[in-house]
């Protein structure tokens, strides 16, 4: 009913755990795991090969084509429920996966529903979502049929889709040029334009251990980083002198024309975080 695919590269520290901690505790409704090595040369096609699960099919890829590989693994799968699994989310409870299927098909017009991220201040993804959540107020929370959920933007660290929405969107693309890239955001644009939802599971929680705390960026991430900073800078610009114009700033604030110019800074924030939650007694 379910195919989970991994992508991996020279991750082993991380995928081990994966493997042990989160595949290992999905439910007999998991059918499917495909696990795509991007050329891993750190012992990861070892691992693998000495993997004994009935469900998993292992694909060795010669080169590292990052997210592409999504594309080219989902549409080797045959199950109705799809679920990208990042290889650094390293915790998952039990049955986790029956959890998502079972609020994705309550949930009317799901299309694109996330884990929760347990709470780690050294995390890119949790403090960017944080961020979103608490300075963006780009989330909008909801209980619908007893399921909590937040309603906004979707990543793909541990989520899922249906085959149905798979296909009408058109899939998984690759890139014509960059290796990293944010497939996942693509995805989940043309999954609302197509009238669906996207949304994260606000009490089923994984724990994720992505960013340069827990393993050192790959050429490929840093070059659409640094893309994305260019580009983020550029309209940004746009956006403070169209904001100093008498009036625009508040009937910007009224009409919603544009967002306002980014303030994150992930090494900053990850610090106030780190602050925010001694002062509370939150500690991992």
């Known amino acids: 009913m379910i195919a989970v695919v991994v992508i991996t590269h020279n991750r082993l520290h991380l995928l081990r755990q994966n493997v042990e901690n989160v595949l290992a505790r999905t439910s ?24 004994d699960d009935p469900r998993v099919r292992v694909v060795t890829h010669p080169e590292n084509i990052g997210q592409n590989a999504y594309a080219r693994a989902f549409v080797m799968t045959r199950a109705p429920y799809l679920i990208e699994l990042d290889d650094d989310v390293v ?8 959890a998502l299927l079972d ?3 309550t949930l009317p017009r799901m299309g ?34 007893g399921i909590a959920i937040l309603e906004g933007p979707t990543g793909g660290g541990c989520t899922m889709t249906s085959r149905e929405v798979f296909d009408r969107v058109g899939g998984f693309r690759e890139h014509p040029s960059l290796v990293y890239w944010r497939e996942d955001a693509d995805y989940a644009r043309r999954v609302r334009k197509h009238g669906f939802r996207c949304a994260i599971l606000e009490g089923r929680e994984v724990v994720h251990h992505g960013g340069p705390h827990y393993s050192p960026p790959s050429p490929a991430k ?46 900053l924030w990850g610090r106030e975080v780190a602050r925010t939650d001694e002062r509370h007694g939150r500690h991992e």
Do not use: C, M, Q
């Open 28 to 51: 007999s409704k998991t059918t499917e795991v495909v696990v795509w090595d991007n050329g891993s040369d750190d012992g990861t096609h070892e691992y693998l090969a000495a993997w």
């Open 222 to 267: 840093l070059r659409l980083h640094e893309l994305e900073h260019l580009r983020r800078g550029r309209r940004d610009r746009v956006k403070r002198l169209l904001l100093r114009v008498p009036l625009v700033a508040r009937l910007n604030g009224r009409l919603g024309w544009f967002d306002p110019p980014h303030v994150y800074d992930p090494a």
């Open 91 to 98: 915790s998952a409870p039990e049955d986790w996966d029956a």
């Open 112 to 145: 694109y529903l996330a884990a929760n991220l347990a709470n780690d201040p050294y995390d890119t993804a949790v403090r960017y979502i944080r961020y979103l959540r608490e300075e963006r107020r780009a989330y909008r929370r909801a209980v619908e049929n």
């Open 103 to 105: 609020a994705f098909r």
